[in-house]
């Protein structure tokens, strides 16, 4: 059984910065492409950022870029996402998931997703 796990979710004033891990299991990790998604009350879920196997592939949506980064760490199994210069808008839930493919943006393809963590940014 394929099992995610996020981490490291909190309260955190704007402005300032938390780290969302993930760590994984029962699928072999370093041919996954691994998303961080999130999803804000009243909207739709959205890719914040993604990266590939190898992790030289990045991907980030355009309100997150230049603020957050995403890295993995494929002997732990593991996915992070560091966020810095927070945002009240950055208020959501933030799920780890996981892709068959081995570089992939679509979150059609991303099969296997945690139970989410909670961020929020107060102003």
């Known amino acids: 059984q394929v099992q995610l796990v996020e981490s490291g979710g909190g309260l955190v004033q704007a402005g300032g910065s938390l780290r969302v891990s993930c760590a994984a299991s029962?699928?072999?990790?370093?041919?996954?492409?691994m998303g961080w998604f999130r999803q804000a009350p009243g909207k739709e879920r959205e890719l914040v950022a993604a990266i590939n196997w190898s992790g030289a592939g990045r991907y980030y949506a355009d309100s997150v870029k230049g603020r957050f980064t995403i890295s993995r760490d494929n002997a732990k199994n593991t996915v992070s996402l560091q966020m810095n210069n927070l945002k009240p808008e950055d208020t959501a839930v933030y799920y780890c998931?996981?892709?068959?493919?081995?570089?992939?943006?679509?979150?059609?393809?991303?099969?296997?997703w945690g139970q989410g963590t909670q961020v929020t940014v107060s102003s």
């Open positions: 998931a996981a892709s068959a493919r081995g570089n992939s943006d679509l979150v059609q393809t991303y099969d296997y």
């Open positions: 029962g699928l072999t990790f370093r041919r996954c492409a």
